[in-house]
Nanobody
Framework: EVQLVESGGGLVQAGGSLRLSCAASGFSFDDYAIAWFRQAPGKEREGVSYISTRDGKTHYADSVKGRFTISIDVAKKTTYLQMNSLKPEDTAIYYC??????????????????WGGGTQVTVSS
């Protein structure tokens, strides 16, 4: 059974940093993508960033570019989202998701095969 478990969320002041982790398990294939999505109260879920193991390329939403960094430890099947210079508008539940390789800027939810349960990130002003 494929499982994705996020951790690292919490409460931080504006300008601070957090590092989210997504530990994946229950599969043996090595060609996949891990994406981070977020959903703020009253808003639709949006893609934040993703990384593909096929080519190692990373992609970011314009709203987080230059502040967030995604990385992956393939051996540990763990993906990280380093979030710096956090803003109150970054407050949301952050979800990691696993799907197939993709090459465009934004990872479409239609490609997601598995979702994690989410971790809350709250940025105070």
């Amino acid at each position: 059974e494929v499982q994705l478990v996020e951790s690292g969320g919490g409460l931080v002041q504006a300008g601070g940093s957090l590092r989210l982790s997504c530990a994946a398990s229950g599969f043996s294939f090595d060609d996949y993508a891990i994406a981070w999505f977020r959903q703020a109260p009253g808003k639709e879920r949006e893609g934040v960033s993703y990384i593909s193991t096929r080519d190692g390329k990373t992609h970011y939403a314009d709203s987080v570019k230059g502040r967030f960094t995604i990385s992956i430890d393939v051996a540990k099947k763990t993906t990280y989202l380093q979030m710096n210079s956090l803003k109150p508008e970054d407050t949301a539940i952050y979800y990691c998701a696993l799907g197939g390789h993709y090459g465009a800027t934004y990872y479409p939810e239609v490609l997601v095969d598995y979702w994690g349960g989410g971790t809350q990130v709250t940025v105070s002003s």
